[in-house]
């Protein structure tokens, strides 16, 4: 269901990466499930040498996570989204879960061996700071007011600002308004995002062409209107400013020249 290892992270002492899938184990919930796996390799060995259990904020819409970054040895930032908002597949109604948490591993138990149940995490799941550090869809730029991504993929803290914050850069995915068919055949997906629903009322077309083209909803003929209307959905970078005090023991993975 394309729900395999979504994030990734190496530690700034270069020692661990940590692989974390996108949701919950197929029985373990699958796409309905509430809590996750981090799995910690040794990069001296290629060895998986542990798993940590994480619980997202809930179990319905198709919640996922979509990367995770290490700030220090221990502690990361998990960007966690269900499938509400403009994209493939996606329903345009609230409410728009997509927000980036912290976490610490520290005091995690390794849960190898450990079954999860699909309600819940067993004992010792990763430490979550309950209030996200960002919330992407209410803290969007005005251009995107009404068109929140569906996916927020990509997460990066930049260099140190010169009043002393953190530039956080966040960023959709490639597949905002590309989908395949079941026979692996690729199509660009035209929106109009006046919408309710927007890809419920979509137009999709060969990659790079604007003939033989056909709508979402029941693969019949479709015309691309020339007004302009329907539009390919752009790749979005947003870059926010995070107090140095939210991040304290951010390690940068390339250590900073001071001016």
């Not at 979509?66 to 930032?77: D, H, K, Q, R, Y």
């Not at 539009?231 to 979005?236: A, E, R, S, T």
């Not at 939210?246 to 001071?258: E, G, L, R, T, Y």
Request: proline share 6%; net charge negative; aromatic share 8%.
């Amino acid at each position: 269901t394309n729900r395999g290892f979504e994030g990734l992270a190496i530690t700034p002492d270069g020692a661990y990466v940590y692989a974390m899938l996108q949701s919950a184990m197929l029985d373990e919930g699958g796409g309905s499930g509430v809590c996750n796996r981090i799995v910690k390799f040794d990069t001296s060995t290629g060895t998986a040498v542990g798993q940590y259990a994480y619980q997202m904020d809930g179990s319905s819409q198709s919640r996922g996570i979509s990367s995770l970054l290490a700030l220090n040895n221990s502690e990361f930032l998990v960007l966690e989204r269900n499938n509400r908002g403009v994209g493939v597949g996606a329903d345009n109604t609230a409410p728009f879960n997509k927000k980036v948490f912290k976490i610490d591993l520290s005091n995690a138990t390794d849960v190898s061996g450990v079954t999860f149940a699909s309600a819940g995490c067993p004992n010792g799941k990763v430490n979550k700071v309950a209030t996200p550090l960002l919330d992407l869809a209410l803290n969007g730029p005005a251009e995107l007011a009404g068109q929140v991504p569906e996916k927020w993929e990509g997460l990066a803290v930049g260099p140190r600002l010169d009043d002393g914050s953190y530039l956080m850069l966040v960023g959709t995915d490639n597949d905002y308004s590309v989908t395949q068919s079941a026979s692996n055949v690729q199509y660009d997906v035209y929106f109009r995002l006046t919408d309710a629903k927007p890809y419920l009322t979509s137009i999709q077309c060969p990659l790079d062409s604007t003939s033989n083209c056909f709508w979402t909803s029941d693969n019949s003929a479709a015309v691309l209107p020339a007004d302009g209307s329907y539009q390919l959905l752009p790749g979005v970078l947003v870059g926010y400013k995070v107090p140095a005090s939210d991040i304290p023991n951010f390690v940068p993975a390339v250590p900073q020249s001071k001016k």
